[in-house]
């Protein structure tokens, strides 16, 4: 990130007074709880989520028009040699698992849409054999 010290005094001294004083204290760990610095609570995996703006616009299109796939980007992948399925499924099984996104469904609940997360989602990978 910084490379010597004379970058990090470089970089501190153009912060205000007000912010050179909470890092102080920050770095001695004399911030409080209840201070300026607030954290972001970690949300409840049970609970739906609300969507981001661009989620929301995604969804917004696919409403207005379900038939267009506006951002959809199709692949195709054509594999010469052997080809182990079993660990291209766990794989791509393992990303999916990762992230959250890749298991989230939007769903109308009484209201706003809500992202909800599935805890699991399996992949299988169809296989074509050519002869």
């Known amino acids: 990130m910084y490379r010597n010290k004379e970058e990090i005094l470089s970089r501190r001294s153009q912060l205000s007074q007000a912010k050179q004083e909470l890092l102080e204290k920050r770095l001695r760990g004399k911030v409080e709880s209840d201070s300026l610095l607030k954290i972001i609570p970690r949300r409840s ?11 929301q616009r ?3 299109l696919h409403q207005f028009a379900p038939e267009n ?8 992948v054509n594999l010469k040699g ?14 999916v698992l990762r992230h959250e996104i890749l298991r989230t ?10 992202g909800s997360v599935a805890c699991s989602a399996v992949i299988q990978v169809p296989v074509t054999l050519e002869i």
């Open 69 to 76: 796939s506006f951002y959809n980007e199709a692949v195709a």
């Open 45 to 55: 995996k049970t609970e739906p989520a609300p969507l981001s703006f661009a989620q």
């Open 82 to 95: 052997t080809l182990n399925v079993a660990a291209l499924e766990q794989s791509l099984n393992e990303i």
């Open 105 to 114: 469904n939007f769903k109308t609940l009484d209201g706003p849409v809500l």
């Open 58 to 60: 995604l969804w917004f």
